[in-house]
């Protein structure tokens, strides 16, 4: 499969044809499919996927299908806007860039003056193409520490990778799907996994970070087996070797169950663990407290499954595992998280091909992002919020603590945030935010709030002042690069097809607004200037040679700890204080929580809370990803109304039918917390204790103006999940393992 020959844009039938790789907006994560776009007249009239393109040849799913639609849509917004009626109230005037740069120049200014630099925040949600230029924003344009991803405990992705590089001292550990190589699954030296573990994701639906999930499929057709470790029967758990349906956030019981039994039957890897591994004998001894029969208790996985799962994942070679948000979303994810590598690490599968590719420990293109931070005193550095108390989060993570952050907006203390700038997230529409209600109050104090995006939002709608329009990925120049460069199957290029009104991208607006207020910080003069000068120093190649080739593979060497590639000074093994993979986590130690992998009940259960039990009987879990939304977006897109119409909350048919409810009837979900309705969708993939609530649900076609937000408090599920119960080491929160009660909505 040669990328290099076809060139990237042509013309065909009165079209302009261009090839690009997808990111964002719309939103998806940087797997980068390959696209041709269709434009005539300045319209984009069709999509269709690339044939050429080495890891979605040509395959691609309805959200980039219905682009178009997403592009030219009446609704969007196309020119900047200023906000001309109270906030909340839907009354905005159309002005000109220029207008709106010198009314936020000349707030920031006033801002920083009177309060100080630190007093502006920028919000950012996950890893949509502004996440590379979101920190940026705020240390060089705007001067200030503090930049927020808002979701307690920081539950996404960040957990994942603090975990890693504290206990692999790597980038992200992934699948070997063969993405590193042009010719892919022929690639001599390239094995099949004979195991993947699917460990609490859902990745054909998902596609995240830089996991193409349809090559789990591929792998499937060519033999691999799957274990896959979920509460419900997802595609992929329906077609696994074995469905392990354990009880929401008991993963680290699981985990531990599954290394007890390939430790004490002697399955493990003795020359890697000897070589390569810190703290097995520790690990030995901690495993004996989760017997595979107490482990079923805990986690209602039948007892045989768990031995069995776990002997044919240690005899499988290679074997492969991924990790999802179920180590995130979880108080005890750290633990999860950590128990998970823990079996990587002892049967033997990292890094060696059709094993668990790791990343090296800084990100590739990463050192703009990373030294941008310089532009800040080390006095204005040290008061980025949430660093002092969350040590191992801050050190992993150049953000603000998100649960620090709302204490701060409501107390104003240590000093009072006055500006803020949504840059990349929807959060009171149930995504970003748990607790949205308290944001909501929260966020409604600013002095001055600028939003950039697509469309009016409900966060748009009652925070800004200015709204600033976003080109979506067919309008923009730009790079994609998987895993944000912590683990880079290839760097591709994301070529301009169209332009639409005055739209601009994320790193367009950064240069606008630093160049205005921090010029030295950006010297460039546009952004294939800019672009070239991150790709030149690593790659060797120009922008315009990236546009050229549209896939560029950067090289890929298996047993990196085997060649001193994982550390800076050459030596062979990890970056770890130990400079083996900690088993035994002398940084977690450090910071005050265990060493090794322990279990915690969820902070509500049936076992922690037996009371509150009582009145909320049912599990909640939330937020499993849909085919054609992507979080809170897509709502306005009518193609993809009519796959996902309505909010789903899924309830096995057995405890419907004890609530009297049926398919497809409006049901309030409620704890004490709060409520929200959603409508019943019956399914037998569930465990009957068991529910699932969809997050995202906001209504465009609802009225805009408050207190309505567009129905943003109706199908509001995280307004049933807390603000204050984070793990020790502050990452994690249970969006996934609430409890509640379901009753039918009389209405
Ligand atoms: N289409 C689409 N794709 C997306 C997104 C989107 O909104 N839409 N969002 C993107 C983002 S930001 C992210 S972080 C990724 C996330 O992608 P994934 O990690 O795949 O996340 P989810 O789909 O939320 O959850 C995966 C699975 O975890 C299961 N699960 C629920 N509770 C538990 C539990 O306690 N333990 C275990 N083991 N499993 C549990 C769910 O049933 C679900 O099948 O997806 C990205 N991709
Ligand atoms: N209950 C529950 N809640 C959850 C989850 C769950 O599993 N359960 N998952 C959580 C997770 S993992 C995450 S990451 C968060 C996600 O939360 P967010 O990332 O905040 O997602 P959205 O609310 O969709 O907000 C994103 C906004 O950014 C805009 N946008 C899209 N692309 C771009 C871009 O390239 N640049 C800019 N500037 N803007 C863009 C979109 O139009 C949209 O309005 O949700 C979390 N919320
Ligand atoms: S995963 Fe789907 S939405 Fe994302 S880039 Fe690929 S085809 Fe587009
Ligand atoms: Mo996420």
């Not at 070797?241 to 493990?268: F, S």
């Not at 070529?495 to 630093?514: F, H, P, R, T």
């Not at 929160?733 to 209405?747: D, N, Q, R």
């Amino acid at each position: 499969m040669s990328t290099a020959k076809k060139p990237w844009t042509w013309e065909e039938d009165g079209y302009t044809v261009t090839r690009t790789c997808a990111w964002s907006p719309p939103g998806c994560h940087p797997v980068g499919c390959g696209l041709k776009l269709y434009v005539k007249d300045n319209r984009l009239v069709k999509v269709e996927g690339d044939p050429d393109h080495p890891i979605s040849q040509g395959r691609l799913c309805i959200r980039c299908l219905s682009l178009p639609e997403y592009v030219h849509h009446p609704q969007r917004i196309i020119y900047p806007m200023k906000r001309v009626g109270e906030r909340g109230e839907n009354k905005w005037q159309r002005i000109s860039w220029d207008e709106a740069w010198d009314i936020i120049v000349d707030k920031v200014q006033d801002i920083k003056a009177k309060y100080g630099p630190e007093s502006i925040v920028v919000y950012g949600g996950t890893g949509r193409q502004a996440c590379l230029y979101y920190y940026p924003l705020g240390f060089a344009a705007l001067g200030t520490p503090n930049v927020c991803y808002p979701l307690s405990g920081w539950s996404c992705y960040g957990p994942r990778c603090a975990i890693t590089q504290y206990v692999f001292g790597t980038g992200y550990p992934e699948i070997d799907f063969a993405g590193y190589y042009p010719d892919r699954y022929d690639h001599p030296g390239w094995k099949l996994p004979e195991c993947i573990i699917i460990w609490g994701k859902d990745p054909i639906k998902s596609n995240p970070d830089g996991l193409y999930g349809h090559a789990i499929v591929d792998m499937m057709k060519r033999g691999t087996k799957l274990i896959v470790v979920d509460p419900r029967l997802t595609w992929l758990a329906s077609r696994a070797e074995y469905w392990l349906q354990l009880r929401p956030g008991t993963d680290a019981a699981l985990a531990l169950g599954m290394l007890h039994v390939i430790i004490n039957e002697g399955l493990y890897d003795k020359d890697f663990v000897e070589k390569w591994c810190a703290g097995f004998d520790d690990l030995k001894q901690r495993v004996q407290e989760y017997p595979p029969e107490k482990v079923a208790e805990i986690t209602w996985v039948p007892k045989e499954k768990i031995v069995e799962a776990a002997r044919f994942f240690a005899r499988s070679k290679p074997a492969s595992i991924t990790w999802g948000l179920a180590v995130d979303e979880n108080p005890n994810g750290v633990q999860v998280g950590h128990a998970v590598l823990s079996l990587a690490a002892v049967t033997g599968n990292i890094d060696v091909p059709g094993g668990i590719t790791i990343g090296p420990p800084a990100a590739l293109l990463g050192k703009w992002r990373v030294e941008t931070r310089l532009e800040l005193t080390e006095e204005l550095w040290n008061k980025r919020i949430g660093a002092q108390e969350y040590p191992a989060l801050a050190n992993a993570l150049a953000t603000t603590h998100p649960d620090v952050t709302l204490d701060v907006l409501e107390t104003g203390k240590p000093y009072p945030i006055k500006m803020a700038w949504f840059n990349s997230t929807n959060l009171i529409s149930p995504t970003c935010s748990t607790a949205p209600d308290r944001w909501y109050r929260a966020l409604k104090n600013m002095e001055f709030a600028v939003a950039t995006d697509t469309f009016m939002t409900p966060t748009a709608m009652a925070f800004a002042d200015i709204f600033l329009p976003l080109s979506t990925f067919a309008e923009h120049d730009g790079i994609v690069l998987t895993h944000f460069g912590r683990n880079t199957i290839f760097v591709g290029a994301i070529n301009k097809a169209l332009q639409v009104g005055e739209c601009k991208s994320d790193i367009e607006i950064c240069l606008e607004l630093g160049k205005r207020l921090n010029p030295k910080a950006w010297p460039w003069n546009d952004v294939k200037e800019f672009f070239t000068s991150q790709l030149k120093p690593e790659l060797g190649i120009t922008f315009d040679e990236l546009k050229e080739q549209v896939v560029v593979h950067p090289p890929y060497e298996y047993r990196k700890y085997e060649t001193g590639k994982l550390r800076p000074d050459g030596e062979p093994g990890f970056m770890t204080p130990s400079g083996k993979i900690e088993l035994y986590s002398t940084l977690f130690e450090m910071w005050g929580d265990d060493p090794l992998p322990y279990f915690e009940e969820p902070p509500y259960s049936p076992y922690s809370t037996p009371e509150l039990a009582k009145e909320y009987p049912l599990i909640l879990t939330t937020g499993a990803r849909m085919w054609g939304m992507f979080h809170s977006e897509h709502r306005q897109i009518r193609t993809i109304r009519e796959i996902h119409s309505d909010p789903l909350v899924e309830i096995h048919p057995d405890t419907a039918a004890q609530l009297g409810i049926n398919d497809g009837d409006w049901v309030y979900i409620e704890n004490m917390y709060g409520k929200c309705k959603q409508k019943a969708k019956l399914t037998v993939g569930i465990h009957p204790k068991v529910v699932h609530a969809q997050h995202g649900w906001w209504f465009p076609e609802k009225q805009a103006d408050e207190p309505n937000l567009f129905g943003v408090w109706d199908a509001n599920v995280n307004l049933l999940v807390p603000h204050k119960h984070i793990g020790k080491l502050g990452f994690g929160s249970p969006l996934k393992s609430m409890i509640c009660k379901v009753y039918k909505a009389e209405e």
